[in-house]
């Protein structure tokens, strides 16, 4: 009865299995164009599956295990079940019960993980969705056990017939049960369906940059896609679903809705109403017309107080993301929420980019439709008008310099260091931080000079806003200002500036060697060119910022410098990659979206728990959102400030010697 019943079941799922493939792809297929090689991308897909794609998941020790035995037992079963009981290989002597061990191996190691999934979804954890997801460890099971026992008899542990037509009758729907969602379901839609567009999506993924090199190390891919503003046929920015790419749409379909991305993200902690699992969902929802986009997961807050019920919003893969009347896939607020940390992307297991997808949306109504909120509109004017977002009159970009006596590149037109100013230097907290940089420069001997009056904005917070056509005025604009002059690096107290600078104006032509302070500073203390005193205050923690760590990976030199002080730093719970926004990128404070509590607030909360003084940044927009807090239990300093504080102007001239030499110093002693 089974010999019958199997290989129609087996091919009758991979089948309609593949029906469901295909209409998938037609529904990712409604996206733009956007070429990939597809052959190298599929041949790639199991490094990066094995390698990339697990070494995010196993930040999570206990998913980790159990992701490797359901879904590598599910592979090798699905295979092994094919052959054995879909090509009838299962002869219990030979290859066959070979095949066979090998499949009642695979089905056990399965059954083993489904166990420890339905231990975790005995209480699962607020960030994970309910609804559908909660039969995934009985099918899991079914699935596992059902192949398990119908093996049996390919090995000779059970008689073929099994007894009787009733029970092979039962274990046929068992298995048929199984195959319905891991097979069947995985194309037409539920809790498998991010299995099958996961695979694909990191097969096509949008930034092939981020997965592993050729040397072995991860890549990082972080700066925006720029606009083609002078093809007319392409649209500015996203309206509509259809309007991302064909693999944008195929990275939402692969969203496990695990709810790291929410757990992460600093907007719905502070309860604006922004959740970045709830808005791959609604891409979802949009791309498909509703049809399998049901959301099943934590709510996110509406922007006037509450929560917003689940299942309101509706859509289709033609109507606008955001409307101007009606309802729509989200709100506008939704959008201005994100402060472009990158959280949730760092902790997505699947590598859906995030950011992207939401300042695609917002070229749209800042190109198209002019809807900035709150100051958003004024700021963009100014960089206008002004090329900087306080409408401060450029001229005036030295005024806090005028004792400093420093180099122009229009006198100098070469020096060793640039030294990048940004929009700080019409901000008297951030010129504090700036004069110090200078002081520590001198102190190393470097030869830097700035731009002065000529350099500008450099574009940062306009692209976040979805002003796409300013920032590339503004990037084309300073790119053809440092092409008159010779350097060899840049350097800046501003992430936002050296991640633009770095990563983005190269699609515009603009390729530089770019240093943040705290990178240029940990070096100049290595090659023995700064002598510091050791620190004498208290405990000390750093904030690592967005544009500096999780966009640049850069988080080991400002702590080296800090340890060059003599500084133990207190770190937080949340720091390194995992660390806590202080709400001040992507426009945030511009747009001013409220929530229940402020971003800042809650990283100084934080910076509390440490016990901590002084907290050491290496930002200017953390450095003002940070000290924007009331009551805060922790001073705010820049790194330039420490070290400038700290330089030991008449050092003794053995102590750069032993403290490169560590190993001869204890010698000595």
Known sequence: MLDILL?????????????????????????????????????????????D???????????SNTHVATAGGFVAAAVLMILVHGLGLGASQGLG?????LL?????????GSLFVAKRRRNPPPRLSKGPWMRLPKSLMAFSLGVFVITLPSVGALPADLGSWIVALVLAGVVAWGLAEMVFGMTWGGPMKHAFAGALHLAFHRRPERFSTQEGGP???????????????????????????????LGFDACVQCGRCEAACPAFAAGQPLNPKKLIQDMVVGMVGGSDGHYAGSPYPAPEGGYKPIGEHGGDPHGPIVARQGVALVDAETLWSCTTCRACVEECPMMIEHVDAIVDMRRFLTLERGNTPNKGGEVLDNLIATDNPGGFDPGSRLNWAADQNLALMADRKEADVLLWLGDGAFDMRNQRTLRALV????????????????????????????????????????IATLSQYRFKHIVTCDPHSF???????????????????????????DGGRLHLKTWKGGRVTYHDPCYLGRYNGEYEAPRRVLQALGIEVKEMTRSGYRSRCCGGGGGAPITDVPGKRRIPDMRMEDVSETGAELVAVGCPQCTAMLEGVVDASAEVRDIAELVAEGLNEDPDPGRATRRAQPSEEVMTL
């Open 7 to 51: 290989p129609i079941l087996i091919f009758s799922a991979l089948a309609l299995a593949a029906i469901g493939a295909l209409r998938r792809i037609r529904l990712w297929r409604q996206g733009r164009p956007s070429p990939v090689p597809i052959a190298k991308g599929l041949a790639a897909m199991p490094r990066r599956y094995l390698v």
């Open 53 to 63: 794609l697990h070494h995010v998941v196993a930040r999570d020790k206990y998913i």
């Open 97 to 101: 019960g070979v095949l066979g061990w």
């Open 104 to 112: 009642l191996a695979a089905s056990a190691c399965m059954f083993v």
């Open 219 to 249: 890549g990082r891919s972080t700066g925006l896609k720029a606009l083609d503003l002078d093809d007319e046929r392409a649209p500015l920015g996203v309206e509509t679903p259809k309007d991302f790419t064909w693999n944008q749409l």
């Open 439 to 478: 002081k520590v420069l001198r102190a190393a001997d470097v030869d830097f000079a700035v731009l002065g009056n000529e350099e500008r904005d450099s574009g940062d917070v306009a692209r976040r806003l979805g002003d796409e056509a300013t920032f590339q005025r503004l990037a084309k604009r300073n």
């Open 499 to 525: 991640h633009v600078l770095k990563n983005e104006y190269g699609a515009l032509g603009g390729h530089y060697s770019v240093f943040h302070h705290s990178t240029y500073i940990a070096d100049l203390f």
